[in-house]
Each structure stands twice: as structure tokens, then as C-alpha cells.
């Protein structure tokens, strides 16, 4: 099991900017990918930004050239700097952590959830 904490969020207006981080703790040796996720009301949960534990990272595009996601291994966190947030970036963001034994997917885990506010 892996355990994930998120900080970060609240409310800013548009055109400013906010950081979110995660910690996972527990099971962490077989984490392979971590990322950020969220969810607007009435809306799917969709992916906002992924970073494998090779350092590659995915953006959507929605987002591209206005978030970064950054991860430290040494401290098992993940952290989302976003810039230039606007209105509809307002949602509640999860973080998530994949675990894979030799390239196969064995888990998928969520933190609680941290809301995010843009006003315009």
C-alpha cells in the first residue's frame, strides 16, 4: 500500500499562480509513476500532468507551458508549480502514484484531494 499526502491549493486569481506537492510514504519501492489528476464538477477526473520515475513527464494540453511537474525521489514527493491559472483550471486536484513490477502495472493510488480555486 502507498499512502499519499497532498498540500498546497486554495484560491487565486486568474493569472496567478499556485504550488501543490505530494508525499508518498508505505510500500514506495515499486513506485514507477506519479502524477496529478483533477476533477471539476459534474466533469470525469482527467489527467493534468505525469512524471515516470525516469523523468519522463506528460502534460495535457490544456495545460502545457503553464505547469510543471517536478518529483524528488530521495523524498518520495511529487510537486505541480502551476502559472497563469485561470478559471476553468478550478477543480479538485488528486495526486496518484502507479506501482509496476518489471513493467506491469500492480497498483494505483490516490491522496485525498486538494481544491484549487480560480476566480476571474
Known amino acids: 500500500q502507498v499512502q499519499l499526502v497532498e498540500s498546497g491549493g486554495g484560491l487565486v486569481q486568474a493569472g496567478g499562480s499556485l504550488s501543490l506537492a505530494c508525499v508518498a510514504s508505505g510500500s514506495i519501492n515499486n513506485v514507477n509513476a506519479m502524477g496529478w489528476f483533477r476533477q471539476a464538477p459534474a466533469k470525469q477526473r482527467e489527467l493534468v500532468a505525469i512524471?515516470?520515475?525516469?523523468?519522463?513527464?506528460n502534460y495535457a494540453d490544456s495545460v502545457k507551458g503553464r505547469f510543471t511537474i517536478s518529483r524528488d525521489g530521495a523524498k518520495n514527493t511529487v510537486s505541480l508549480q502551476m502559472n497563469s491559472l485561470k478559471p476553468e483550471d478550478t477543480a479538485v486536484y488528486y495526486c496518484?502514484?502507479?506501482?509496476?513490477?518489471?513493467?506491469?502495472?500492480?497498483?494505483?493510488?490516490w491522496g485525498q484531494g486538494t481544491q484549487v480555486t480560480v476566480s476571474s
Open positions: 512524471v515516470t520515475s525516469g523523468g519522463t513527464t
Open positions: 496518484n502514484a502507479q506501482t509496476a513490477v518489471r513493467s506491469i502495472i500492480t497498483g494505483s493510488y
